[in-house]
């Protein structure tokens, strides 16, 4: 059971646009920033979004990221077959003393 | 550019030790945390924890407490984990990561995969 709650799967047909949500609590989204990867089978994750809402360089503005409370919210506009993957958020927690993940999800271009 | 290479795959007896490596290049070793993160077959990511790759400091999950041990080499900036006690739910692909900063990891190695099997 993953401290950070994610649906497990989201799915939209290419060109469209499609949110995922990360939900926590206070002791972690809550007071600390929040990042997202994207994981393609078989291969490393990639850092997609950090401190709520930065895209690091080479990362398309087809990727958002948003926070508002204890929550949080991947937006990936335009969709391509590419972006098939598993993405993840992450975050610190403050009463862990630790890093915490969602649980992922897996986003299908239909 | 930024370089994580860890050493390669590791099959191990339960109750064995296991280390693996992860060498860096591209930046300035001491400037960054680096982070061990770990992902059974076909389940999601799991944060170990991390080392301050300066002062030596480390950071362990709960879960893994009293049996991962996370040292670094700055000569060669190298940061190795070790886990001991090894059972077959340790089978794993095991990766290091640079911290970005506020614990956003923007480079990882390649990954180990790390089988425990009798």
């Known amino acids: 059971q993953s401290v950070l709650t994610q649906p497990p799967s989201v799915s939209a047909a290419p060109g469209q646009k499609v949110t995922i949500s990360c939900s926590g609590s206070s002791s972690n989204i809550g007071n600390n920033y929040v990042t997202w990867y994207q994981q393609i089978q078989g291969t490393a994750p990639k850092l997609l979004i950090y401190?709520?809402?930065k895209r690091p360089s080479g990362i398309p503005d087809r990727f958002s990221g948003s926070k508002s409370g204890t929550s949080a919210t991947l937006g990936i506009t335009g969709l391509q077959t590419g972006d098939e993957a598993e993405y993840y958020c992450e975050t610190w927690d403050s009463s862990l003393s630790g890093v915490v993940f969602g649980g992922g999800t897996k986003l299908t271009v239909l | 550019q930024v370089q994580l290479v860890q050493s390669g795959a590791e099959v191990k007896k339960p109750g064995a030790s296991v280390k693996v490596s992860c060498k860096a290049s591209g930046y300035t070793f001491i400037g960054h945390y680096m982070h061990w993160v770990r992902q059974a077959p076909g389940q999601g990511l799991e944060w170990m924890g991390r080392?301050?790759?300066?002062?030596?400091?480390?950071n362990y999950a709960q879960k893994f407490q009293g049996r991962v041990t996370m040292t670094r080499d700055t000569s060669i900036s190298a940061a190795y984990m070790e886990l001991s006690r090894l059972r077959s739910d340790d089978t794993a692909v095991y990766y290091c990561?640079?911290?970005?900063?506020?614990?956003?990891?923007?480079?990882w190695g390649q990954g180990t995969l790390v089988t425990v099997s009798s």
């Open positions: 990561a640079r911290d970005l900063g506020g614990s956003a990891l923007d480079s």
């Open positions: 401190d709520n809402n």
């Open positions: 080392i301050n790759s300066n002062s030596g400091g480390t």
